[in-house]
């Protein structure tokens, strides 16, 4: 029993940031802006945030310094196909390798460093309860503001006259600005929150998950997450939902590789990834239900005026 709560433990721990990647992605793409630079914001994150947090000893700091580094980057990526119209799919992409070579760069002098273990103090007078204590309510605090704050982008985005608004400029630009909404300024706010959460998924990484600074530290959970926004259909708990399915299988492909089960580490390893690929396979099969609930204007250039 207490095995099967270190597992769930461990599920909702690995899947914290893939929640939270997803759901700042989930804003910008709500926004209709298609962000593939998610890997690099966390990167760029991950560094800031762990050098932040090794320079003034403080790991709220440093998820702080790590949200802001990525809300910023975001936002020049914002700024780039909003305003010059760039393509958003290569726009992306080069601020995804951007965020990869300056982190290698910047990390350089802080590969010898390390915050010490995580300590979880736990929820007050829930952590002792018998199997939920130590399976729900041990994570670090992020982990619950992950499913904060999918309840509250549910909310917003589906109660909220700001969230509708979002919903419609990313379903159709034209029709918004005409309305009298600033649809540039607002897709800019849109990248910039989105971001700054992405953000603290990279922070998470490095200050609290592994509280130590290695090259390429990420290993793909950017575009895991990106993956997440399709597989949800673009809703929140089902992004939260994919998250902590494939944050379970990465904990499982350890756990079975720490009891030497006979199969090659190569393929265990790939586990996570080749989930992501089947998933998305099943989900294609049904294009029109993708297309039913995909923001229609996402990836597409708005030109004002036009």
């Keep these: 029993m207490n095995e099967l709560a270190l597992l ?10 893939l929640a939270l990647a997803a759901l700042g992605l989930l804003i910008n793409e709500r926004a209709g802006v298609i962000n593939l630079g998610a890997e690099g914001l966390m990167l760029v994150a991950a560094i800031s945030g762990f050098a932040c947090a090794v320079e003034t000893h403080s790991p709220t700091l440093g998820l702080l310094a790590g949200a802001l580094a990525a809300a910023a980057l975001s936002g020049a990526l914002g700024a ?28 350089v002098g802080y590969t010898q460093e390390s915050l010490g273990s995580h300590v979880r103090s736990g929820v007050p007078g ?19 503001a992950a499913v904060a704050l999918t309840l509250l982008e549910t909310w917003f985005f589906w109660r909220m006259k700001a969230g509708l608004v979002v919903r419609a400029i990313g379903a159709s630009p034209e029709a918004a600005q005409a309305l009298g909404y600033r649809v540039r300024w607002i897709r800019l706010a849109a990248m910039v929150t989105g971001g700054g959460i992405v953000g603290l998924a990279g922070a998470y990484v490095s200050i609290v ?26 809703r929140p708990r089902r992004a939260l939902f994919g998250a902590y399915l494939f944050g379970g299988v990465t904990v499982l492909q350890l756990n079975l590789q720490g009891r030497g089960v006979n199969v090659p580490i190569e393929l265990l390893s790939a586990l996570p990834y080749l989930c992501t690929i089947a998933v998305l396979v099943v989900i294609s099969r049904s294009p029109q239900f993708i297309a039913d609930n995909r923001p229609a204007a996402l990836g597409k250039p708005f030109y004002p005026g036009i």
């Design 8 to 17: 769930l433990a461990s599920t909702i721990a690995s899947g914290t940031p």
């Design 80 to 107: 780039m196909v909003i305003w010059l119209n760039t393509d958003q799919y290569a726009s992306g992409l080069a601020v995804s390798l951007f965020g990869a070579g300056l982190s290698a760069f910047v990390g």
């Design 126 to 144: 829930l952590s002792e309860l018998p199997f939920v204590g130590p399976a729900l309510f041990t994570q670090h605090p992020l982990a619950y």
């Design 209 to 234: 998950a592994t509280p130590l600074w290695v090259e390429g530290m990420i290993a793909g959970k950017g575009w895991i997450a990106l993956a997440l926004t399709t597989f949800a259909t673009w």
